[in-house]
């Protein structure tokens, strides 16, 4: 690192190229955004723990996506803000590294969290009286730090091969942070292994655990399909539909920008995927979870009951 940095010592992101007037517009915009996805999934958080209904493996990964989800916009979303009005203003090559390490860090543990709460529902759905012995709270914690601890090591990897790179120049990354694509460009040396790292990682980190996922919901639709209480099969489609539309969301996002062909403009294409993938997805994620789910909305519900009765 050292020695990559004798000849690149920072970094300017260039961020959206537009008038100020845009993007004071849009500073103010992504902000309300930032604020909203603080308190949407602080508020998951809070029910969860505060809930003692709650208190079930479902919610405990729950409450890991949403620590998942402040920390991926507490690592990016702030410096994207300073560069909205201060575009200038570099960052330190060990501050970028440090960003992408996190950055791609929080993007493996969100996906690997994912397919744990497809596997939970699975075994909800479709082995109901064997669910408190399946998912016993000894494999729901191995199941997350393992979520945690290849997020963290697979990111490892990425960031070790970029140190080994040498940046001579430009210094400036057209991206909205240090995003590992748009790193690697100013990298003055042959990136194939990089490429090859990341296709892999692709493979293992978006494509196994979607198929996972698929898998599991084929065999909840059968099992919801066989459901004859029309209150039940509701409920299981309720807490199904809602996991759904964040694997969708984030997935679809994700494939499109790491593994989709480029089109003639990648840059720019990056710049807009990314507020998808990592600014609105988890600001979405909160809204998602609690319009579709009936226990978080109960809680909410008897959580402001409780604040209203005792003022």
Known sequence: ??????????????????????????????????????????????????ESRLHTPMYLFLSHLAIVDIAYACNTVPQMLTNLLSPTKPISFAGCMTQTFLYLSFAHIECLLLVVMSYDRYVAICHPLRYSTILSWRLCVILVVTSW?????????????????????????????CEILAVLKLACADTWLNQM???????????????????????????????????GRKKAFSTCSSHL????????????????????????????????????NPMLNPLIYSLRNADIKGALRRALFKKSHFQ
Do not use: D
């Open 1 to 50: 690192m050292g020695g990559n940095q004798t000849m690149v010592t920072e970094f300017i992101l260039l961020g959206f190229l537009l008038s100020p007037r845009i993007q004071l517009f849009l500073f103010g915009l992504f902000s309300v955004c930032y604020v909203f996805t603080l308190l949407g999934n602080g508020v998951i958080l809070g029910l969860i723990s505060l």
């Open 149 to 177: 601890a290849c997020g963290c090591l697979l990111a490892l990897v990425h960031v070790v091969l970029i140190l080994r790179l040498p940046f001579c120049g430009p210094h400036k990354i057209n991206h909205l942070f």
């Open 197 to 231: 790292v990341i296709f892999v990682a692709c493979m293992f980190i978006l494509v196994g655990p979607l198929s996972l996922v698929l898998v599991s919901y084929t065999c909840i639709l059968f099992a919801i399909l066989r459901i004859q209480s029309g209150e």
């Open 245 to 280: 539309c964040v694997v969708g969301f984030f997935f679809g996002s994700a494939i499109v920008m790491y593994m989709a062909p480029k089109s003639r403009h990648p840059e720019e294409q990056q710049k807009v995927l990314f507020l998808f993938y990592s600014f609105f």
